[in-house]
């Protein structure tokens, strides 16, 4: 399958803590998407500045990676026709308050900076994102 029908994936440090992973995983696949490749990890400070780099500019860019590094991670990347665009769906808006009901944003999220998992915007990211977690043997 070509890597258009893949996007990328985190279950941030704040749904990990509350004990999400189980419950999001599940929501992901009850929406269709097949796992593809999977890590729980933590990002360092250089880490998350380099994968958030396109925000470097933002001001709340110092609190992203902060809040990025203060506990670990789920990385994946997930395959489903229309995989970019359907997952940003199944997520809902960056901000949880803004998100529709029943998304994993509005059932798991905490605030627009802990909002509980990240999903790619493109299929040129989604390629990039994954490529910066998994190597092409981490990939199934
Ligand atoms: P994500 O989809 O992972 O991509 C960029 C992240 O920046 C976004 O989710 C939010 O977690 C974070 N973010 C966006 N806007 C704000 C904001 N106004 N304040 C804090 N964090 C933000």
């Keep these: 399958m070509s890597a258009t ?10 749904a990990v803590a ?16 097949r796992i593809v490749a999977m890590k729980l990890t933590r990002l360092s400070v250089a880490e998350a500045s380099e994968f958030y780099g396109v925000h470097s500019e933002r001001s709340f860019f110092g609190e992203l990676v902060e809040y ?9 990347i997930l395959e489903k026709d229309n995989a970019v665009a359907d997952f940003r769906t199944v997520i809902g808006a960056t901000d949880p308050a803004k998100a529709d009901e029943g998304t994993i944003r509005r ?11 990240h999903g790619s915007d ?6 990039i994102e994954g490529a910066f977690f998994f190597s092409g ?3 199934f």
């Design 5 to 14: 029908n893949r996007t990328f994936t985190m279950i941030k440090p704040d």
């Design 122 to 127: 493109s299929d040129e990211n989604a390629a």
């Design 107 to 117: 059932l798991y999220a905490q605030s627009i900076a802990a909002n509980a998992v």
């Design 68 to 76: 990025m590094t203060s506990g670990p991670i789920v990385a994946a």
């Design 18 to 33: 509350n004990g999400h992973i189980g419950a999001i995983l599940n929501h992901i696949n009850k929406a269709g998407f």
């Design 137 to 139: 043997r981490e990939q």
